[in-house]
DNA sequence: TTGAAAGCGTTACCAT
DNA sequence: ATGGTAACGCTTTCAA
């Protein structure tokens, strides 16, 4: 490898004088430039990484941290880490991708040893505890994902809120007056980041906003069907579905609906909201507005290179939703000329029969 | 951040010393190294990563590479490159992933600027660029599959002939000897992606040394139903299919099948050979001999890191294959019995009937 | 057993 | 417009 030496030599003029002219932080004749850039193509130099890093104190490098447990749904987090990892070479930085078994000890590492120019925290819980290595540090980091307190952060998240009205208009719009939202099970809530909260909260107050009659189940993983019921009873008439759920209930919801002869969209429309899709392999089946990492990352890689830069950034910045269309919200149906083939307070088995 | 100079200041000892004492590269009095680590820790001293490199050459960093088709697996792509970052992470590598548009001149910019200790190269062509670059280049380097000159490189892949002999073998031993090959869509064959090709030529190298009849056909990805009336009516009787295709066509050939009335594994058997798995989420359904990142990954890295540390390694290493049996193989129907129940030359609508 | 100092290859400041 | 050179923070050789 020809080092900056080797080319000051080639082309007679001195090492300073070739970094100039190479950065181009100084103007240089232009005589002395042209000299200086055929020498440092004939040797096919290029300036080392780490001596560059060494002097500039920048390593053009970004770091993605997300927690890696056995349980981990690897397909989700290489799908964020990709998007961030293309979005930030757009801007000239390549990404390193932490994943070591502790997401906190390979931040903390990345930190102590100024790995890299700044970082990107995936996967962000309501407590988390990169959260407070991201207040000490002085690496610049960019959340995808909000925390309970973003205090002295900078969060990059879909803005849920805009999301669920966005959704209960388009079902307003199609004449539906009664919706239910299946939201995620209660132990999950407690733990999880609090956009399950958001858009419970949300779609309460638009609901009530529009006229809308509505109603929450919180279903376990396996309990689509007492969901259903449970609408039924509560809420006969029902036939607008909002789904924020785990997905073992949003992939059991339609043949369980099937199954007691309702079907999707003519008898009930379902929308999703703020649900991470399979990306390519298996999209949502549902209308919706998908949690997608292809809206946030880039935005999240902007807003990065933006405070690498010393700028100052909100702590909080929402993506706006877009809602997808697949042909799972209808019209309503006249509830009253056909109660049998909505969700009325009918058992499921007398409504198969 | 603490410097190693404000630690030989704290500990009253010199930065040499202090260097040796954390690295253990020479031997230092007890009390004295302990006198060191205190203050080290005191200040939460951690080397810095770039003046290390520098300093010693040595980055710790492992860069990979893998070109972004248009028609890329996502998920298999993902599902590499993180086997890799999580084998390299073990050895005490981080991960530097390549998305540049191009390639080849990601790889060469990484070359170039000596960003990386050694890298691993994924989504080998036959006549891949990057074979030169790894040639020329002074950066150690593993691919993970075969190009077709291995001369003076290092490569790690899968026995996809040992895999498809294991297969064929298999299904001979249960009396089948009409066999079909599902393939790539003629796009990815023609991007000379390498190991369709050496499956291929296989396939047809040994069913003909078993005496058994054999068909290829190379469907679009929504051309499963296609390329079952192909096979029926180029080769009527074909009581096996062998899958290296694209996941799209996988899995749609099971419904497909039953739709004609066929079933799996009494009517048909089906061998997936060399094709990867959806790993935890959604397993291949089918017997066979999968591409499993999590065989090939690690063997690649530990052959890499091996080659860093200077040590002589063998051009080719193929990975053992091994047959993962999910019953949909079977006996071969006696197919003058039942014509109708194999794939005949009938449309799919008339055996529908 | 320890210390001093010469690199590692750049960048960027201070001169000219 | 260009050159000299002191950092950058560490590893490692050479001395003691």
Known sequence: MATIADVAREAGVSISTVSYALSGKRSIKSETRERVLAAAARLRYAPDAYARTLASRRSHIVAVTAPLHPDTDHYAHMAFAMEVTMA???????????VDDDAYAGMDRAEETSLSDGMIVLDVSAHDERVELARKGSTPTVFIGLPEDTEG?????????????????????????????????????????????RVRAEFERHCAARGVDAIVVAPEPDGASAALDEIAAQQPGTTALLLNTVSA?????????????????????????????MADRAP???????????????????LLVARMAGAEIPEVTLVAPVFESRGTVGPARDVAADAARTLAAASPREVAE
Chains 1, 2 share one sequence.
């Open 88 to 98: 930030a070479r757009a801007s000239g930085y390549d990404t390193l991708l932490l």
């Open 153 to 197: 952060l900078t969060c990059v998240d879909l803005d849920f809120e805009a999301g669920m009205r966005l959704a209960i208009d388009e079902l307003v719009a199609q004449g539906h007056s009664r919706m239910a939202l299946v939201t995620q099970p209660p132990s999950v809530l407690k733990r999880e980041s609090n956009y399950p909260l």
């Open 249 to 277: 209930v949003a992939q059991s919801i339609g043949p369980e609906l099937a199954s007691r002869g309702i079907s999707i969209p003519a008898d009930v429309s379902v929308v999703a909201v703020g649900m991470t899709p």
């Open 284 to 302: 949502l089946p549902f209308d919706g507005i998908p949690l997608d990492p292809r809206l946030t990352c880039p935005v999240a890689v902007d």
